[in-house]
């Protein structure tokens, strides 16, 4: 029988033609599975602009959507994408000129426009945030604010157990509470009408939420984003990163601070994208409105957006459903990254598992209290040690530090990353000093656990050295004087296995403040003489 040729990766590109922006994916799925975006770009075109008061949209504002659109379909098309899904939020759902605004991107654009439902949006928004962000067992509170509509989602990683899409919006409130002639500045009593709007507005949706169990709210969106941004820099003198948790009371005094700011000062204010100053008070009314009216605390940020949701949706009709029933988001993403870099995956596959076996065997010993969270911490930067080898052997070990740390690996917070990035640079060669570069930005706790992982994942690396798999099992022991044992478990030849354990040695000794000898047994589990390559 002939073999067939390989199947080439498909590039796709997803359009969101939202309210107040039109935002473009361009990613490429490989055979496999595994996907990387190409390419993001978002213009603000502000679609609903002035069409809240009468529902149609202008001719101005169709015009710049349609521009756009046209541009981002061109570049799609001229970076061979064979496919382009585009949806329609808000703006147009609402329009009575819907029609007329769908052909025209028909005829300028050739983009075949899908005009989806508030509770579609929100299933969408659903999917793009469950996979990109660590529900563990948690049920969630979504809430995405966008130009015209705001979404509030109840689910968890296994399913969406509750859509809702009320009428409101950043550009939709600002719309109706602001004129362009205005300098920004609300007074008390103006915001104190708006939230009554806001309120009244939304009272159905959140009376819908209220019977709802949820561990954690995640809040998604430029408007939140932003505010978290002004948030972080205020309070933490920093740019917020996604995963960072935002207190609703520190949220209530931004608000303050913005609302005796004129639109021009708020331009200038660190971390309010200029575009957001005259719609920012408007979005934030409704977000404090959530928050306050189901006595939240405070949220999480995220980055995923409707057209991450837009892709994963793609993907769980095709012939990649499966990947999405077997993998957790965390572990899909670091298989995605591997395969993206061609590692050796039955090489990285048995590291993990080895260097798994000796973290578990140091802890049953006492050698470390190291919790749960580095264990899979671990796991995964076992998976990517050797991604760097793609770019070149040579110093492979800092090639995968930058490309882990630069990796779009959803599921993970920054400081996750920057941990399993510093376990893959310490797998070979230095010593994880704390004045290392990689260990800088962590604490000591971190910094303690990626020297414990890193000693782990050297000596497991040195097991399957051949790349053989002649070590089936590797566990640490103590015996009653309190010497310490590595005890290997083979029925092969492992002399060049055993020669590589020797000099990981002294490497244990600074971590663990012990030394090991070498103890040999075969498969079941009966003593084997050690013979040295001479």
């Not at 998604?220 to 933490?236: E, F, K, P, R």
């Amino acid at each position: 029988m002939e073999n067939l040729p390989p199947r080439a990766p498909k590039k796709v590109g997803f359009i969101d033609i939202g309210t107040n922006s039109i935002r473009l994916a361009l990613v490429q799925i490989d055979p496999n599975g595994a996907y990387r975006t190409l390419s993001e770009q978002k213009e603000t075109v502000r679609l609903g602009e002035g069409e809240f008061k009468n529902h149609m949209l202008q001719k101005d504002s169709m015009k710049r959507a349609i521009m756009v659109c046209k541009q981002f379909a061109e570049m799609a098309r001229n970076n061979q994408a064979k496919e382009i899904v585009a949806v329609a939020t808000s703006a147009t759902r609402e329009a009575k000129n819907q029609a007329q605004f769908i052909d025209a991107l028909k005829k300028h654009a050739g983009l075949s426009v899908k005009t989806i439902s508030g509770v579609e949006e929100a299933r969408l928004i659903y999917l793009g945030i469950s996979d990109g962000f660590d529900l563990k067992s948690n049920n969630a509170l979504m809430i995405d604010i966008g130009g015209g509509s705001t979404e509030l989602i109840v689910g968890n990683h296994e399913e969406y157990l509750h859509l809702d899409s009320m009428k409101l919006g950043a550009i939709r409130v600002s719309s109706m509470f602001f004129s362009p002639e205005d300098s920004g500045r609300v007074s008390d009593e103006k915001y104190q009408l708006i939230q009554r709007y806001v309120e009244n507005t939304a009272i159905r949706s959140i009376q819908r939420v209220i019977p709802y169990h949820y561990d954690i709210a995640i809040g998604s969106s430029g408007t939140i984003q932003t505010l978290a941004d002004v948030i972080y820099q205020h309070y933490h003198k920093r740019s917020y990163q996604k995963g960072d948790f935002v207190r609703t009371e520190e949220l209530n005094a931004v608000i303050d601070m913005l609302r005796g700011m004129t639109n021009s000062e708020r331009e200038a204010l660190p971390g309010l994208v200029s575009k957001r100053a005259d719609i920012i008070i408007g979005g934030a009314a409704i977000l404090q409105t959530v928050l306050t009216s189901l006595e939240i605390e405070g949220f999480y940020v995220t980055d995923r957006t409707l057209r991450d949701g837009m892709l994963i949706d793609h993907l769980k009709r095709s012939e990649h459903a499966a990947l999405f029933e077997s993998h957790s988001v965390r572990q899909r993403s670091v298989n995605q990254l591997a395969k993206k870099f061609r590692v050796d995956e039955v090489h990285s596959t048995h590291v993990q598992e080895l260097a798994l076996q000796l973290f578990d065997s140091t802890k049953e010993i006492k050698l470390h209290k190291l919790k749960e969270n580095y264990r899979e911490l671990l796991a995964f930067a076992s998976t990517l040690h050797d991604i760097g080898i793609f770019l070149s052997y040579s110093d492979h070990h800092k090639h995968s530090y930058y490309l882990i740390r630069n990796a779009d690996l959803v599921g993970f917070n920054q400081n996750e990353i920057k941990i399993m990035a510093a376990i893959a640079f310490f797998h070979r060669k230095k010593f994880p000093k704390k004045s290392r570069t990689q260990l800088r930005e962590l604490g000591k706790r971190d910094t303690q656990a990626v020297k414990v992982c890193a000693t782990l994942i050297r000596i497991a690396e040195a097991l399957d050295r051949s790349h053989q798999h002649v070590v089936s099992k590797a566990k640490f022991t103590r015996d009653e004087l309190g010497n310490i044992y590595l005890d290997i478990y083979t029925n092969s030849d492992y002399q060049l296995e055993l020669w590589r354990l020797n000099s990981h040695n002294p490497m244990f000794i600074k971590v663990f403040k012990q030394s090991f000898e070498v103890r040999i047994f075969d498969e079941n589990g009966q003593p084997q003489p050690i013979t040295m390559m001479t």
